[in-house]
T-cell receptor, first 113, second 121 residues
């Protein structure tokens, strides 16, 4: 199974500042046939189901603000919120969908400083 | 509007069986893969199982392999999870999610609100 790790466990950022956090996979999730990274980022707010914000490592889901961006390839990925807003407070999970089981990382909790 | 409504959760004794259902509407159900994802109280997300548009299982989490069975009925726009021999550690909120494409090899782009399963001896 592919093991996903995330860092940090939590971070607090001032409103309007940049938030950056990391996701690593134990093996590459880059598919050679189509050059896509099978990696998604989800946002989960308390009491709500998760919401996908980024897929294919860097494609923003429809309706997601452009302050969210994803980068990385192979085994190392980053989610960046360029200017943190109050509504971005949530836990962020990465997930690989390269091979079953489609494992999630443990999450990074983002708060306002 | 895409809607996913899970049902079938509740209190179940260890070792008894339970079947979860997910009723889908607002999209052509037969065109998309589907997933089950669970979340234990206060914990992170765990992918449980996925299925392709035509009913081929994508796989199972190691923790449920051999005990849970995923299936779907495209005529009824419904997804199912048969939970056999449940254990205490299967206590969780179970979400169904629509996959981004037909193969199921994609993220969940729409999610239900979940159905809570509590396993107790």
């Amino acid at each position: 199974d592919i093991v996903m790790t995330q860092s940090p466990d939590s971070l607090a950022v001032s409103l309007g500042e940049r938030a950056t956090f990391s996701c690593k996979s134990s093996q590459s999730v880059l598919h050679s046939s189509n050059n896509n990274n099978y990696l998604a980022w989800y946002q989960q707010k308390p009491g709500q189901p998760p919401k996908v914000v980024i897929y294919w490592a860097s494609t923003r889901e429809s309706g997601v603000p452009d302050r969210f961006s994803g980068s990385g390839s192979g085994t190392d990925f980053t989610l960046t919120i360029s200017s943190l807003q109050a509504e971005d407070v949530a836990v962020y999970y990465c997930q690989q969908y390269y091979s079953a089981p489609f494992t999630f990382g443990p999450g990074t909790k983002v708060d306002i400083k | 509007e895409v809607q996913l409504v899970e049902s079938g959760g509740g209190l179940v004794q260890t070792g008894r069986s339970l079947r979860l259902s997910c009723a889908a509407s607002g999209f052509t159900f037969a065109d998309y893969g589907m997933h089950w994802v669970r979340q234990r109280p206060g914990k992170g997300l765990e992918w449980v199982s996925g299925i392709t548009w035509n009913g081929g299982p994508i796989g199972y989490a190691d923790s449920v392999k051999g005990r849970f069975i995923i299936s779907r009925d495209n005529a009824k726009n419904s997804l199912y999870l048969q939970m056999n021999s449940p254990r205490d550690e299967d206590t969780a909120l179970y979400y169904c999610a629509k996959a981004h494409d037909s193969s199921g090899f994609g993220p969940g782009d729409y999610w239900g609100q979940g159905t809570l399963v509590t396993v107790s001896s």
